[in-house]
Nanobody
């Protein structure tokens, strides 16, 4: 079993920054693809950013140039630096790791006020 714990969400004004962090634990080993997804009310969950086992990042077009995903020093940890936040970035953000299948965190709320 794999567990993910996210932290760092909150309320910020438009143009501000937040940093989300996530750590996977349990029966997991090696480096694995990790990512951040988000879901706003009434919308489907969508990919925000992911980073491959080799460290290659991939971003949704809507966040390119504003968000940056990176691995932590510990295995299977990942952070998402979010700059120039917009009200449309408001959503619940979920961390994921792929280890045989996708595992998900409980989600952390990000609210951007205009």
């Amino acid at each position: 079993q794999v567990q993910l714990v996210e932290s760092g969400g909150g309320l910020v004004q438009a143009g501000g920054s937040l940093r989300l962090s996530c750590a996977a634990s349990g029966t997991i080993f090696g480096l694995n693809t990790m990512g951040w997804y988000r879901q706003a009310p009434g919308n489907q969950r969508e990919l925000v950013a992911e980073i491959s086992r080799r460290g290659q990042p991939n971003y949704a077009d809507s966040v390119k140039g504003r968000f940056s995903i990176s691995r932590g020093n510990a295995p299977n940890t990942v952070s998402l630096q979010m700059n120039s936040l917009k009200p449309e970035d408001t959503a619940v953000y979920y961390c994921s790791v792929f280890f045989g299948r996708a595992y998900w965190g409980q989600g952390t709320q990000v609210t951007v006020s205009s």
